[in-house]
């Protein structure tokens, strides 16, 4: 009996001893950042940031990478932020797919980027840089507070990572995202809609300053309408566009911007999705979509 009962006091204490471990290890400086902010903040002190996907190089590639810079470089990242880098790292290592546009009409949803799907991108979504011919990769990625989506590098100036619903073309409706800036050098962010190719498309795009609704037609982009409204970084903001016929409002944070309202005669109807401007670093974690 007596023996049982240390015993129980015993692996009672190794438990709580391994508890305090795994806390520590997994709940302490491990979550805190997305494996692309660990990435950004642990690997650029001894030389210059890496491009994470020039050369590409495999999991196991990476893998050995990590490793030499942790035990003999001395790079400071603890096991589970290794496997944050590892799995961010190897999310530019996608199999080449073919795009199956959604040809019929889209119906109201809300778009969900769940924690366990991490590093990947929901299957609705195409994701392709407007102005450029190589495709920056956009996935979800989390921390400890929260879980969205973004492009996982930046671009070059004038291109425009971008993310399209595929669920379907929409003439008329409501398209909404929620959405943070945090970094870049003329850091923007916004919506896309009436997007039928590379060279036809309508867009929103929000920066610090002001706030720009712009349209390219036969691939040139001409500007419709500025607001001298804009966001703070590193906060939340939603952007919105309705939609009715070829009428267009805009509203930021819920209050609509007379400046931005246009009627667009060039509108004919597509798709809906979301984008970013050049090197900006930004992350949406809500998007919606309302059909009458
Ligand atoms: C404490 C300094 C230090 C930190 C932090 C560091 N590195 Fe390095 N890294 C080096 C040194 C030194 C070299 C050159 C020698 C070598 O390749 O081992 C290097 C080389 C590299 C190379 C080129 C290797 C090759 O085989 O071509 C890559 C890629 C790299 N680092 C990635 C990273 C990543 C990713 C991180 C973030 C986890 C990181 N480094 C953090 C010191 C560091």
Not at 161 to 167: E, G, I, K, Y
Not at 196 to 209: D, H, I, L, T
Request: charged share 25%; aromatic share 6%; proline share 6%.
């Amino acid at each position: 009996m007596a023996r049982t009962g240390r015993g129980r006091i015993g692996s009672a204490l190794l438990g709580a001893v391994l508890l305090i471990a795994l806390g520590t290890a997994t709940t302490g400086r491990a979550q805190t950042l997305s494996g692309l902010d660990l990435y950004r903040t642990r690997c650029d002190g001894c030389h210059e940031l890496p491009e994470p996907d020039e050369p590409k190089r495999s999991r196991i590639e990476w893998d050995q990478i990590l490793t030499r810079m942790i035990r003999t470089r001395g790079a400071v990242v603890s096991p589970p932020e290794k496997t944050a880098l590892l799995n961010y790292l190897d999310s530019f290592n996608r199999p080449a797919r073919e795009i199956r546009w959604v040809e019929t009409p889209a119906r109201s949803r809300k778009a969900a980027f769940p924690s366990a799907q991490t590093g990947k991108l929901p299957e609705e979504w195409v994701d392709l840089t407007l102005g450029a011919d190589e495709t920056i990769p956009w996935a979800i990625q989390g921390d400890a507070r929260s879980t969205y989506v973004q492009p996982l590098k930046g671009a070059a100036e004038n291109q425009f990572p971008s993310l399209l619903d595929n669920t379907g073309v929409v003439q008329s409706g409501t398209s909404r995202a929620r959405f943070q800036l945090l970094a870049g050098k003329s850091p923007g962010a916004g919506l896309l809609f009436g997007y039928r190719s590379p060279q036809s498309y309508f867009g929103v795009r929000v920066a610090p300053q002001n706030a720009v609704l712009y349209e390219v037609q036969g691939g040139q982009r001409a500007l419709r309408a500025r607001a001298g409204v804009g966001v703070t970084l590193k906060e939340w903001h939603t952007v919105a566009v309705e939609i009715k016929g070829k009428a267009v409002q805009i509203s930021l944070d819920g209050k609509p911007l007379p400046d931005l309202t246009r009627t667009l005669e060039g509108y004919r109807g597509g798709r809906c999705g979301i984008h970013t401007q050049g090197d900006t670093l930004a992350r949406f974690d809500q998007w919606e979509l309302m059909i009458p």
